[in-house]
């Protein structure tokens, strides 16, 4: 019988989940300011990070147009594109066209108020624009200057633009995606190389921070979305570089764990990981082949690699028996990894996220903003809610009073010039 999920068809999902934590914030990056230039996902999600840590994350965007990700529709949600909605809570709007001569003049009135900027522009167009970090460093010393490209600031690729789907496809994780060699590449389900640079970024401007701290001085800080891409393949890059031997897509079946896959129960499928010899031992018990437990030739992960499929072909005709709950429950008694095989309308309702708290919504003109909270606990604390995802500039006038203490004439001669 086919899983059902446990919430109200006649209702959106995000209708059901449990409202925001009532409990103060996450506040250890209290009193860092952070401009963030950028658009799409990679450096919306690196600022998302650090204002779940407390940062005080100002969104620098374009008059009219706004974040790329703010048009990535349908699904829309109250007018926004859900896409945003998932990168963008904590953070205020400002518009500015930093373009002009005096928008550049403004933004750079908030660099010298700032402590960190986030710019996902190829080198050249920061030059051209005023915001490298040779012209930044200038206006304020103590910046830690953040770039996402997606070849790097230097080298013959510099210039070329790129998404996470083209930094999959170069690092080498789309080869080894998907069920063989015959048959299409992958991409991943998630757009892996933009939180994986992100997270990249926020670790980076959060350790230089911890320096600038201690020395005085700021950073000038180049993240490449394809080399993020590229290191996430070094447990596969690694031992190909150590032994010759090319990993090809296998649909997850050549792990160097000997048993470490996907296998059909007699509805639906599990994963299953048996990743040493006290775990393959209470595995054999649990599924009432103590013989195989006691086989010489399968007494080390080496020697069960060489019988890699007469012990799959075992293993999945005694899975085929019995239904997935059947052997989760048991293999969950014996402390053998294993676990389903998630579609997401399962994955946000599981009562081990829930209880996490992992997954709420926030109320906004009577619709329900669904968020994935940072899954990280300090001191048993894990609430980040502070704030929607903005609207379009909605803060603008406020940050430049709040930010530079500037008066309603000055930011009105802006408006008037169209710079807002």
Same mark, same amino acid.
């Given at each position: 019988?086919?899983?059902?999920?446990?919430?109200?068809?006649?209702?959106?999902?995000?209708?059901?989940?449990?409202?925001?934590?009532?409990?103060?914030?996450?506040?250890?990056?209290?009193? *860092?300011?952070?401009?963030?230039?950028?658009?799409?996902?990679? @450096?919306?999600?690196?600022?998302?990070?650090?204002?779940?840590?407390?940062?005080?994350?100002?969104?620098?965007?374009?008059?009219?147009?706004?974040?790329?990700?703010?048009?990535?529709?349908?699904?829309?949600?109250?007018?926004?594109?859900?896409?945003?909605?998932?990168?963008?809570?904590?953070?205020?709007?400002?518009?500015?066209?930093?373009?002009?001569?005096?928008?550049?003049?403004?933004?750079?009135?908030?660099?010298?108020?700032?402590?960190?900027?986030?710019?996902?522009?190829?080198?050249?167009?920061?030059?051209?624009?005023?915001?490298?970090?040779?012209?930044?460093?200038?206006?304020?010393?103590?910046?830690?200057?953040?770039? *996402?490209?997606?070849?790097?600031?230097?080298?013959?690729?510099?210039?070329?633009?790129?998404?996470?789907?083209?930094?999959?496809?170069?690092?080498?994780?789309?080869?080894?995606?998907?069920?063989?060699?015959?048959?299409?590449?992958?991409?991943?389900?998630?757009?892996?190389?933009?939180?994986?640079?992100?997270?990249?970024?926020?670790?980076?401007?959060?350790?230089?921070?911890?320096?600038?701290?201690?020395?005085?001085?700021?950073?000038?800080?180049?993240?490449?979305?394809?080399?993020?891409?590229?290191?996430?393949?070094?447990?596969?890059? *690694?031992?190909?570089?150590?032994? @010759?031997?090319?990993?090809?897509?296998?649909?997850?079946?050549?792990?160097? *764990?000997?048993?470490?896959?996907?296998?059909?129960?007699?509805?639906?499928?599990?994963?299953?990981?048996?990743?040493?010899?006290?775990?393959?031992?209470?595995?054999?018990?649990?599924? @009432?082949?103590?013989?195989?437990?006691?086989?010489?030739?399968?007494?080390?992960?080496?020697?069960?690699?060489?019988?890699?499929?007469?012990?799959?072909?075992?293993?999945?005709?005694?899975?085929?028996?019995?239904?997935?709950?059947?052997?989760?429950?048991?293999?969950?008694?014996?402390?053998?990894?294993?676990?389903?095989?998630?579609?997401?309308?399962?994955?946000?309702?599981?009562?081990?996220?829930?209880?996490?708290?992992?997954?709420?919504?926030?109320?906004?003109?009577?619709?329900?903003?669904?968020?994935?909270?940072?899954?990280?606990?300090?001191?048993?604390?894990?609430?980040?809610?502070?704030?929607?995802?903005?609207?379009?500039?909605?803060?603008?006038?406020?940050?430049?009073?709040?930010?530079?203490?500037?008066?309603?004439?000055?930011?009105?001669?802006?408006?008037?010039?169209?710079?807002?």
């Amino acid at each position: 019988m086919a899983y059902t999920p446990d919430y109200d068809k006649s209702m959106l999902p995000s209708e059901q989940l449990s409202p925001a934590p009532d409990a103060a914030p996450l506040d250890l990056l209290a009193g *860092i300011r952070v401009l963030d230039l950028t658009t799409s996902i990679a @450096g919306p999600y690196a600022s998302l990070l650090l204002a779940d840590f407390g940062a005080e994350v100002l969104k620098i965007e374009r008059p009219g147009r706004g974040d790329d990700a703010r048009a990535w529709g349908p699904p829309f949600l109250d007018g926004e594109s859900l896409w945003f909605l998932s990168v963008n809570r904590n953070k205020h709007s400002l518009t500015l066209d930093y373009a002009q001569p005096a928008g550049l003049e403004a933004l750079h009135a908030l660099v010298k108020a700032a402590d960190v900027i986030l710019i996902n522009q190829v080198a050249r167009s920061q030059r051209k624009l005023g915001i490298d970090y040779a012209r930044l460093k200038a206006v304020n010393p103590r910046l830690v200057h953040v770039s *996402i490209t997606g070849f790097g600031l230097v080298g013959t690729k510099s210039d070329q633009p790129c998404y996470d789907l083209i930094a999959e496809g170069y690092s080498g994780v789309m080869d080894l995606t998907g069920e063989s060699p015959e048959r299409d590449p992958q991409k991943v389900g998630t757009p892996a190389a933009d939180l994986l640079s992100g997270a990249d970024a926020a670790m980076a401007a959060m350790a230089a921070l911890i320096d600038r701290n201690r020395t005085g001085q700021g950073h000038e800080i180049d993240i490449a979305m394809v080399e993020s891409m590229t290191r996430f393949m070094t447990p596969r890059i *690694i031992p190909y570089l150590g032994s @010759g031997e090319l990993p090809r897509r296998s649909g997850g079946t050549d792990s160097v *764990i000997a048993i470490y896959q996907t296998f059909h129960t007699a509805d639906h499928p599990i994963t299953l990981g048996l990743g040493n010899d006290a775990i393959w031992k209470r595995f054999c018990e649990a599924i @009432g082949r103590i013989d195989m437990a006691n086989d010489a030739r399968f007494a080390n992960n080496a020697g069960r690699r060489a019988c890699r499929s007469e012990i799959v072909r075992e293993v999945q005709a005694i899975l085929l028996k019995k239904p997935r709950a059947h052997w989760l429950d048991l293999f969950a008694c014996a402390r053998i990894p294993s676990g389903p095989i998630n579609r997401l309308d399962q994955v946000v309702t599981d009562p081990t996220l829930a209880e996490r708290g992992l997954f709420y919504a926030t109320r906004r003109n009577g619709a329900a903003i669904p968020q994935v909270g940072l899954g990280i606990r300090f001191n048993g604390k894990f609430n980040t809610y502070r704030k929607d995802p903005p609207r379009l500039g909605e803060d603008t006038r406020r940050t430049f009073s709040s930010w530079l203490g500037w008066s309603d004439e000055a930011i009105q001669k802006l408006d008037d010039a169209g710079l807002l």
